[in-house]
């Protein structure tokens, strides 16, 4: 009976444990409009891991759905900062930031103000 509830408690909780791979984490990520939204969401879900990417434009939030087990928060803050957008710590490099087009440029006051095109 002993061998029988010890064998019944691996078999539960092998379940359990499979079901904490997918871990869902929101961030802030510079960007102003869909041009930047469908660029920071190809560089998060090209990610091996991260099976969800969305950034919503008024907050600048990124909700992403990620398996801890492929990769981790860093390997996709890291691949948006390359694709030109920042991140909490990283930053992108000039010549991705520069890449971008006009309306994309973020850390200029004056982006915010031109046309965005979707």
Known sequence: MKQLIIILTIVMSVP?????????????????CAM????????AIEVKG???AS??????????????????????KKAIA???HDTEPYT?????YNSLPPCCLYRDPESIKM????
């Open 16 to 32: 359990l444990a499979a079901q904490d791979k997918n871990k869902k984490e929101v961030f802030t990520v510079s960007g102003n």
């Open 82 to 84: 390359h694709a030109g």
């Open 36 to 43: 930047c939204q469908k660029r920071i969401e190809k560089a």
């Open 115 to 118: 046309e965005h095109h979707k």
């Open 92 to 96: 992108a490099a000039d010549d991705s």
């Open 55 to 76: 950034w919503d434009i008024p907050s600048k939030e990124l909700t992403i759905i990620m398996d801890e087990r492929k990769c981790n928060l860093d390997d996709v």
């Open 50 to 52: 991260v099976k969800y």
